[in-house]
């Protein structure tokens, strides 16, 4: 089939990308910005998502649309809640009403966990609007839909707003982790890469017009991923918990009270935690020591005869 992800530029989109490019599927990406990843089997389309007739005529005879544009980082979506709402709610309806013109056989939405939370703010609540744009759709036009609500990622081709990318740039820099808050909140982190297959792997009829919650199969403490990263590093970096009077997004779920439950999608094979965090500090150790060569996992200085 014919899919076109807009946002696909970005750390999940172009990760989705390719997996459907993998799995056999023509891909088209949208994004206000040109993907540093783009194969060149995918298409191109350099634009803005408020721009209604450029994304009509982008939609035009694919089947499938994936919706991964607009703020996607809880601390911007605070700071500019207007832009959140211009980026994330009228930029879905404009992919919404295109689908529905194109009449795609799949619409699929980056939801988060937080649209269940009583956290998140503005990101949670543009979240839960688009959420309610697309039941609308469903139920006025049987527009087929998938939302997906996705949990901690981390992994290669994230930016520095992903808690991971964060402390380990910190690590590697710094030789040190700071942590506001005493580290005991826990959290279910997903590689992207097993976030992308199984964003695919949605597709299937069992997932037409349902919620589905992507998220890790491990449980961590906070505190227990910093003791995990200073082992990694060879016990050469120092954990600061410093004490903070900012509202933690959640300690244990990030779940309240909500009647719209989420089908859970687990994978048979899925990266382990230890193994996913210990790629991403190679990714990320070529591009924070550039003139470092590996010994291994940790680095050491090359010199000049």
Do not use: W
Not at 52 to 70: R, T
Not at 108 to 113: D, I
């Amino acid at each position: 089939m014919k899919a076109i992800i807009f946002g696909g530029s970005g750390f999940l989109g172009s990760h989705v990308a390719d997996a459907l490019d993998d799995a056999g599927h023509k891909v088209i990406i949208y994004d206000i910005k040109r993907s540093a990843h783009v194969r060149k089997t995918q298409k191109m389309i350099i634009g803005d998502i408020l721009d209604q007739k450029k994304v009509e005529n982008a939609v035009k005879g694919c089947d499938l649309v994936y919706n991964f544009a607009g703020i996607a980082d809880i601390d911007e979506a605070s700071r500019k809640p207007v832009e959140s709402v211009k980026s994330n709610v009228l930029g879905n309806a404009i992919l919404l009403e295109a689908s529905r013109k194109a009449r795609i056989k799949r619409f699929v939405f980056a939801s988060t966990l937080y649209v269940y939370s009583a956290s998140g703010a503005f990101y949670r609540s543009t979240k839960q609007a688009c959420e309610l744009l697309i039941e609308n759709y469903n139920e006025m036009f049987k527009l087929p839909f998938t939302i997906l609500r996705y949990g901690s990622l981390y992994g290669p081709r994230s930016k520095e707003s992903n808690f991971i990318h964060r402390i380990i740039k910190q690590a590697l820099t710094q030789k040190k982790i700071i942590r506001y808050g005493d580290g005991e909140e826990i959290r279910e982190y997903i590689h992207v890469l097993d976030a992308a297959k199984e964003s695919v792997e949605i597709l299937s009829k069992e997932f037409a017009n349902q919620y589905v919650i992507l998220t890790g199969n491990q449980q961590m403490r906070i505190k227990d991923l910093l003791m995990m990263i200073k082992e990694i590093l060879g016990n050469k970096i120092k954990l600061e918990f410093l004490p903070t009077k900012e509202k933690i997004h959640y300690e244990i779920t990030p779940y309240s009270f909500s009647p719209k439950i989420g089908k859970r999608l687990v994978s048979r094979t899925y990266l382990d935690l230890s193994q996913g965090v210990l790629e991403t500090i190679r990714d990320f150790h070529n591009q924070y020591n550039p003139r470092h060569n590996y010994n291994g996992i940790m680095a050491t200085d090359v010199k000049k005869k």
